[in-house]
């Protein structure tokens, strides 16, 4: 299981980091993703951390802004989001699956509950 937390509301520029914790076995050998979802429009992949700790980026406007990391001794994979922009206004959602990241979360088969990110000012 996956749970997902550290959302709220920032102001534009500013910074949020997102914790998934994964429950289970095998963290180590597992790729988790980021998703996220706004209001109305597509759900859509943000970037993903595979089990070689390569970092690959789905969405352009977040290169530079945001990056994740992972402490394998708490099973947690964070989210760091610098420089917020209003439309990264969303519920973003982890997923997790073994080894190779992949931009479709159907391809994950654990996902967290999502939270909720809000920017504005």
């Known amino acids: 299981q996956l749970q997902a937390s550290g959302g709220g509301l920032a102001q534009p520029g500013g910074s949020l980091r997102l914790s998934c914790a994964v429950s289970?076995?095998?963290?180590?050998?597992?790729?988790i993703g980021w998703f996220r979802q706004a209001p109305g429009k597509e759900r859509e992949a943000v970037l993903c951390l595979d089990d070689g700790s390569n970092l690959i980026y789905y969405e352009e406007s977040v290169k530079g802004r945001f990056t994740m990391s992972r402490d394998d001794a708490k099973n947690t994979v964070y989210l760091q989001m610098n420089g917020l922009k209003p439309e990264d206004t969303a519920v973003y959602y982890c997923a997790a699956r073994s080894f190779r990241c992949s931009a479709y979360m159907t391809a994950f088969n654990s996902r967290g509950q999502g939270t909720q990110v809000t920017v504005s000012s």
């Open positions: 289970g076995r095998a963290f180590s050998n597992r790729a």
